[in-house]
């Protein structure tokens, strides 16, 4: 999800589209968010474990 915010940012910074900028931006954000909580090792869309 992270990858994914920072290629809309990209595409969208080259191409002056804001909307692909501000999807970016969230998507970078709630990755951001995502990632920490599973990084403190809180379960993360109802999974404790990755397998």
Same mark, same amino acid.
């Given at each position: 999800?992270?990858?994914?915010?920072?290629?809309?940012?990209?595409? %969208?910074? &080259?191409?002056?589209?804001?909307?692909?900028?501000?999807?970016?931006? &969230?998507?970078?954000?709630?990755?951001?968010?995502?990632?920490?909580?599973?990084?403190?090792? =809180?379960?993360? %869309? %109802? !999974? !404790? =474990?990755?397998?």
């Amino acid at each position: 999800m992270i990858i994914l915010g920072v290629i809309l940012l990209i595409i %969208g910074f &080259v191409t002056s589209i804001s909307i692909l900028w501000t999807i970016g931006i &969230v998507l970078v954000a709630i990755g951001l968010v995502l990632w920490v909580a599973g990084a403190l090792g =809180h379960a993360v %869309g %109802g !999974r !404790r =474990h990755y397998y």
